[in-house]
C-alpha cells in the first residue's frame, strides 16, 4: 500500500472511532498487552468491523526476527491455524451449492470407499456430521500424512484413536481435526483438483485475497510477508522462558524458503487432501479476513460477485449442534454450539465462551491455536459488528495463564475485550 493510500485509511479508521485520540487510548492498551512482560507476544495484528465496516485496524511486533526484524503490517499473512477450517467450509459450501456435494448424503459416496466407524459399520457419515465434529472420527492416529499415505488406509482400518469406540456417528460431539482432512479429500474427489488449488478458484482468487495453503506456490513479494510463528521454547520442548528469546516453530521463511510436500509430483489427486492442511494451513491477513467477515456481513457479496449464496451463510452459521449435557466434550466449557464449519459463542455468563469480559457479544465463527499462533474471527451477521485478531506467537506457556472468564487465553481475553469496547462500543 503507498504511503498517501496509508495515511488515508489511517484518517478513515481513526474517524470510525470517533476521533485519533480514541484510536491512540486502543493503539496504546493493545501494545501493553503484546508486550505485556509475564505473557508477551512476538506479534499482533488485528481487525474490527462496526455496522458493516472496517472501523480499526492495528498491528505490533515483528513479522519476522533477525539482525533486521521486519515490522507486522496490514499485509502480513499469519498461518492462522483452525480459522483456516472456516474458510475451508466457504469452498466446500460452494461446491454444495453447485450440486456436487449434498450434506446428508453417504460420504463414502463421494470418496468412493466406505466410511465408517468399526464399531457401528451399518451407519453412514455425512458431510453434515464431519462439519459438525460428530462424525466419531478422533485424533487419536493422526490427522496429517504425506503424499505417499492414502487415507484410505487410514480410514478403513482400526487403527486405535482413529474412531470413537463408545459414540455413534451423530450422537457425540468431539472436535476432531480429522474431519477437514476427509472433506479435503472429498473436494478433490468431487472436483479433480488438488485442494490449495480448488480453494484458489473457489475462494481466493475471485476475492483477490493472498496467500493459500501451499507456500511453495506463493511469489516472493507474498512470501516476504508470511510471519514467522514464535514461541519462547524450544520447537520439541515443554520448557517455556517468558524471559528468553524468541524461537521460531514455522514458516521460518527469512532463514529457509517453503518447499513443495515430498511426492508432491506423483500425488493422485483425491487419495489425501490432509496434503495441503485444510485443517490449519491456509496463510492470510486480518486485512483480507476483514474482506471475508465483510462479505459474510453483505449477504454473500464482494466487490459486486456473489461469493456465497445468502441461505448458505445463513445454514452455516445456523445452529446444527446444541450442548445438552452429555451429548459432547465441550473442551472446558468452549463449545457449547456449533454451525457447520463454525462455532458459535453463545456469550453465556460461566459458559467458557463468552468473548468479552462483562459480555454482551454473541457471535459465530472460529478460533485457531497452533505452533505460538493464537487466531479469533468472530461476527455477529445480524448487527454486522466483528472481530479478527492474529497473534503471531506467545512467550509464555498459555495453559498456565487462562482467561478469567472464558477458556481462551488471558491475553486473547485483553485483547478482544480492548477491540470490543474502543472500536465497536466505542466507549
Do not use: C
Amino acid at each position: 500500500m503507498k504511503p498517501e493510500m496509508q495515511a488515508l485509511m489511517g484518517m478513515i479508521l481513526m474517524a470510525g472511532l470517533g476521533g485519533g485520540a480514541q484510536s491512540a487510548t486502543l493503539d496504546q492498551e493493545l501494545a501493553a498487552v503484546a508486550t505485556d512482560p509475564a505473557l508477551p507476544l512476538s506479534s499482533l495484528s488485528v481487525l474490527a468491523v462496526r455496522g458493516g465496516k472496517v472501523v480499526y485496524q492495528y498491528q505490533t511486533g515483528p513479522r519476522r526476527l533477525g539482525e533486521a526484524p521486519l515490522p507486522a503490517t496490514a499485509e502480513t499473512m499469519y498461518r492462522v491455524a483452525s480459522v483456516s477450517k472456516m474458510m475451508t467450509t466457504f469452498g466446500l459450501m460452494k461446491l454444495v451449492e453447485q450440486g456436487k456435494l449434498a450434506l446428508d448424503a453417504d460420504a463414502g459416496l463421494y470418496l468412493g470407499y466406505p466410511l465408517r466407524n468399526p464399531a457401528f459399520p451399518d451407519q453412514p457419515i455425512t458431510l453434515r456430521m464431519l462439519l459438525t465434529h460428530t462424525s466419531s472420527l478422533r485424533d487419536g492416529a493422526g490427522y496429517s500424512w504425506p503424499a505417499s499415505v492414502a487415507i484410505k488406509d487410514k480410514l478403513s482400518g482400526a487403527e486405535a484413536g482413529m474412531w470413537a469406540p463408545e459414540a455413534a456417528p451423530g450422537a457425540y460431539f468431539t472436535y476432531s481435526n480429522l474431519n477437514w482432512g476427509v472433506i479435503g479429500t472429498i473436494m478433490e474427489k468431487v472436483s479433480g483438483e488438488r485442494f490449495d488449488r480448488l480453494m484458489r478458484r473457489l475462494l481466493l482468487g475471485p476475492m483477490q485475497l493472498r496467500g493459500g495453503y501451499n507456500p511453495s506456490e506463493f511469489s516472493a513479494a507474498e512470501l516476504a510477508d508470511v510471519a514467522t510463528l514464535y514461541r519462547k521454547r524450544a520447537v520439541d520442548s515443554e520448557e517455556w522462558n517468558p524471559a528468553g528469546p524468541w524461537i521460531a516453530q514455522v514458516d521460518d521463511y527469512g532463514v529457509r524458503p517453503p518447499v513443495a510436500p515430498p511426492g508432491i509430483a506423483s500425488y493422485v489427486i483425491g487419495s489425501n487432501g490432509t496434503l495441503f492442511s485444510p485443517t490449519g494451513g491456509l496463510r492470510i491477513s486480518a486485512s483480507d479476513l476483514g474482506k471475508v467477515m465483510l462479505m459474510l456481513i453483505h449477504d454473500g457479496r464482494h466487490q459486486e460477485q456473489q461469493i456465497l449464496q445468502p441461505k448458505t451463510i445463513k445454514l452455516m452459521f445456523s445452529r446444527q449442534w446444541t450442548y445438552s449435557g452429555g451429548n459432547g466434550d465441550t473442551y472446558r466449557g468452549l463449545y457449547h454450539s456449533w454451525g457447520l464449519g463454525s462455532q458459535r459463542f453463545d456469550d453465556a455468563a460461566g459458559g467458557g465462551n463468552r468473548l468479552v469480559e462483562g459480555g454482551g457479544f454473541s457471535a459465530s465463527g472460529h478460533l485457531g491455536d497452533a505452533y505460538g499462533l493464537i487466531s479469533t474471527f468472530v461476527v455477529d451477521l445480524d448487527s454486522g459488528n466483528g472481530m479478527i485478531s492474529l497473534i503471531g506467537g506467545t512467550g509464555a506457556d498459555p495453559e498456565r495463564h487462562p482467561g478469567r472468564y472464558s477458556a481462551m487465553t488471558r491475553s486473547e481475553e485483553r485483547i478482544l475485550t480492548a477491540l470490543y469496547r474502543r472500536a465497536i462500543l466505542g466507549q
